[in-house]
């Protein structure tokens, strides 16, 4: 027994120094090729042969990680630049080499649809080494393209040259055949419920795109048309300012109007550069038109409010919100001034104006123009709170995914987003009455815990089908309570919350995590649905939930077994219901009658249940210490089987 598990103990150590310097996966067959050589025998080469098996799943675990964490970065990378967009094709040429680069593909490209003239044309491209590619201008709806344009969704092919679900003209096929382009992936750019071109990734050979790389794209082509819908807002506000500078300087003399225009137009251009919010752009509006002023967000409440300003009524609001998108100017309604706030055709809000007095023409523009601002900065401030939310949503579901191996870079980039993970959190998670309803309540949910956590300093994300928060604090009970109730009032129904905690460090976090887990499922055991808690909050509940934590689950087992093992296997050979009578006996004090009633049988089935109750356990199984024991093993096993 010794020398086979010192045999086994030199296999490990083999197989982890080859994983530990990355080697390559051939070089995993070295031990096999050395055992045989050396005339081993059959049943130490296929101990050797399974230790192989399992290292090579080690080591394609760990290289997908490796990968997703350099895919992570390169969409941290690209929304870096959407956040400080300035060049739009600097910021295009880099998102098609990030796709060209994780994808691994030989070429990627991105082809975008031109309005005027009804096609599509080669926007950006990136390992081409064809000018005719380069130059190609597109039929609308012709090759994969365009059904990824028609369809809105990404299209795959492992043949281009021989698929026959594409429209093929001969100048799109010359293109492609004179790159050599053989397996090509399209993902759409939308903007909307439009598409206003396709990104791809292609290689010169055949090849399967992975769903995750199809992921991959679309997130990347998202970022594209984020970073294009953008570049077209301030190409537009920077049309319209020069437009208010340049009637500025041609009746500066002769209007006071044209001159407020001029200082507004210089206020918010600064209030831009040095990233103002909306309440700055409120501010300035009213210092220079005078007056109050409301702004509000497109369910209409309060963004920002500078002097006394009632809310509108709401139907003269959606009226008047309506009348300005349509005719394209702020429109007057009584004493107050209505300018929507679009990005598009998307609807942002509105700016609602009570000025001290008449408005002239270049009074109105000025009011538009502050709109148009208002909208930049929302679609700003939307943007950059996503990309925030998903970075971090992705630390923290990195640091609950195990064990981590770079303790100091989890570190590092918890910093970059204010966050010490060496002070004291506790860990919370919601409960399936929150997130396991519909697709859009599961969303509702995480939105809202990820706002929760990011303006308290924490963290949140979903995780093994619920959704984790990681709030700073050391009492985990109060922190449970608090998200069951203002969850709670958030969706409309009872939501269960289970914590844990104070952790220390980033790897301390996973056993916070998975206490947490077990909390929450105790409550559910305990009928305590839609309440808060933590493990330490359980009393004998939190003991067993502490026990199984720090590895006692085998003492757990066997207490199960030696408590109430026959009955549990009785119930599971025969099909009966054993437990659930010994639950219901217990639960009403003893009572057979009562036991009856909940269970909807007859008293002499009950009795007869208890008898082979009585025939497993034997005759003194209900004598008082027996049965305190008996009842904590049925709690126990309630709770084993709930947790999985």
């Not at 090579?56 to 929304?79: F, M, N």
């Not at 933590?534 to 030696?562: H, I, N, P, Q, W």
Request: aromatic share 4%.
């Amino acid at each position: 027994m010794a020398s086979r598990t010192m045999g086994a103990m030199t296999i490990a150590v083999e197989f982890l120094e080859l994983l530990a310097r990355e080697a390559a996966p051939v070089e995993f067959e070295g031990p096999l090729v050395a055992a045989r050589a050396a005339g081993a025998p059959a049943e130490h080469l296929a101990e050797l042969e399974r230790a192989k098996l399992v290292a090579l799943r080690v080591r394609a675990l760990l290289e997908r990680r490796r990968q997703r964490e350099v895919e992570l970065s390169g969409l941290y990378d690209t929304a870096s630049d959407l956040a400080g967009l300035r060049d739009l094709d600097a910021v295009l040429r880099a998102i098609v080499h990030r796709a060209r680069t994780l994808l691994g593909a030989d070429v990627a490209y991105m082809t975008l649809n031109d309005g005027e003239r009804g096609d599509t044309y080669m926007r950006v491209t990136d390992g081409s080494i064809s000018a005719r590619f380069q130059g190609l201008r597109l039929p609308m709806g012709a090759g994969l393209g365009g059904l990824v344009a028609q369809t809105g969704t990404p299209y795959v092919t492992a043949n281009y040259p021989e698929d026959s679900r594409f429209h093929h003209t001969g100048e799109i096929d010359a293109g492609v055949g004179e790159e050599g382009l053989v397996a090509i992936l399209g993902v759409p750019l939308r903007l909307g419920s439009s598409v206003i071109g396709v990104l791809y990734a292609a290689n010169r050979s055949a090849r399967p795109f992975a769903r995750e790389e199809v992921s991959l794209l679309v997130s990347l082509g998202a970022h594209a048309a984020v970073a294009i819908d953008t570049a077209r807002l301030l190409a537009e506000t920077r049309a319209a300012l020069a437009e208010l500078s340049g009637a500025n300087a041609t009746i500066q003399a002769h209007s006071a109007s044209v001159e407020r225009a001029a200082a507004a137009h210089d206020r918010m251009t600064a209030l831009m550069l040095r990233g103002g919010g909306v309440e700055d752009v409120a501010a300035a509006v009213t210092e220079v038109l005078g007056g109050a002023l409301l702004a509000l967000d497109v369910e209409g409440r309060p963004l920002a409010r500078v002097g006394e300003i009632a809310e509108p009524d709401r139907a003269e609001l959606g009226e008047a919100v309506a009348a300005s998108r349509t005719e394209g100017r702020s429109v007057r309604r009584g004493r107050h001034w209505f300018a929507a706030v679009v990005a598009g055709t998307e609807n942002l809000g509105a700016l609602v104006l009570r000025p001290d007095g008449e408005l002239v023409d270049a009074d109105q523009r000025i009011l538009e123009r502050a709109a148009l601002v208002t909208a930049l900065l929302l679609l700003f401030r939307r943007t950059v709170a996503e990309a925030e939310g998903r970075v971090r949503g992705e630390l923290l579901d990195d640091l609950l995914a195990g064990p981590p191996r770079d303790p100091d870079a989890l570190r590092d980039r918890a910093r970059r987003l204010g966050i010490d993970l060496d002070a004291p959190y506790v860990l919370v998670t919601i409960g399936d009455d929150a997130i396991a309803a519909t697709g859009s309540a599961r969303q509702r949910a995480l939105s809202w815990a990820m706002t929760y956590a990011s303006t308290r300093g924490g963290l949140a994300a979903a995780r093994d089908g619920r959704v984790a928060l990681m709030l700073p604090g050391a009492d985990a009970g109060d922190a449970a309570r608090a998200v069951s109730r203002d969850l709670s009032r958030v969706t409309g129904r009872p939501v269960t919350a289970g914590a844990s905690g104070p952790s220390h460090g980033p790897t301390s976090l996973v056993p916070a995590f998975r206490e947490a887990d077990r909390c929450l499922t105790a409550l559910s055991a305990l009928d305590r649905t839609g309440e808060g808690a933590s493990a330490a909050e359980l009393g004998f509940v939190g003991l067993l939930l502490g026990a199984v934590g720090d590895g006692g689950d085998r003492e757990v087992a066997r207490f199960l077994t030696e408590t109430v093992g026959p009955v549990v296997d009785y119930d599971a050979r025969r099909g009966t219901a054993l437990v659930k009578t010994l639950e219901a006996y217990f639960g009403v004090g003893g009572s057979l009658a009562r036991a009856a009633e909940l269970l909807h049988v007859h008293v002499n089935t009950v009795t007869q249940r208890l008898d082979r109750v009585g025939q497993l356990l034997g005759a003194d199984w209900q004598r008082p210490d027996r049965a305190l024991e008996v009842q904590l093993a049925l709690r126990l096993h309630r709770l084993r089987s709930l947790g999985g």
